[in-house]
């Protein structure tokens, strides 16, 4: 519209318009479910991995403290520690099995579940879209799937930690024979079935990350954004969705 065209338009034209797009973004109004638990958008998602990645970094510290504990005090009785373990500590020292069951978990979310997803998860969905740009992921639903197939890892891992014969005690690298044969230790039954699992579901999860990372940084960078004018830390978050 031309200069001249908008100085004679009529007083309420521009209000007018301005009302209907309000009226009209009122059909967008997001649930609490949709906007906070179920959300699409990268920064809420990003505040979500943040989140239960900061939940695990305290029980994956708790568990050192614990096991810590017994390996700088080898002789002595912490009767508070039979309180929190129950029969893996009885008598105030955690038995055997029960400590390596502490150092495998504490390995593996401190690994897997706080340094891979909840720092990754949370900076590369926070930054990549801001830095490069773009509105948000190339898919904003696999975004959102990719922080609940976490999630479901995590729960998963927590809930090994309940069985029976207790989680699973055979490292974090999971090797053979402790990963392979249910005989091998108490926690190589049960307890390596749900490390399995959860870890089948954290790489659903990696996988589901990486690919919108890529996605987005190829095919979504602003106009004159080249991969050359490329922040470093897009650059890092991209060698990491590769890798």
Known sequence: MSNEAVLHAPAGAGLHHEAHGDHHHEHHHE??????????????????????????AVLGGLMS????????????????????????????????DAYYALVTTHGTVLVFFVLTAGLSGTFAN????????????????????SYWFFFAASIVMLSSMFVEFGPFSGGWTAYPP???????SPGSGTGMDLWLIAMALFVVSSLLGGLNYIATILNMRTKGMSMT??????WALFFTAVL
Do not use: C
């Not at 906070?36 to 239960?52: E, G, R």
């Not at 926070?126 to 799937?145: C, E, H, K, T």
């Not at 402790?178 to 091998?184: K, V």
């Open 65 to 96: 403290v614990l096991f810590r504990l017994q390996l700088g005090y080898p002789e002595a009785s912490f009767p508070f520690l039979e309180d929190i373990l129950g029969k893996w500590a009885e008598g105030g020292k955690i038995t055997p």
């Open 31 to 56: 649930t609490f479910i949709s906007k906070y638990v179920f959300s699409m958008d990268h920064k809420m998602i990003a505040k979500q991995f943040l989140i239960t990645g900061m939940v695990w």
């Open 178 to 184: 402790l990963s392979a044969l249910a005989s091998a």
């Open 229 to 234: 004018r490329l922040p470093l830390t897009i």
């Open 126 to 145: 926070f930054l990549i879209p801001l830095q490069i740009g773009a509105r948000d992921m190339a898919s904003p639903f696999m975004n959102m799937l």
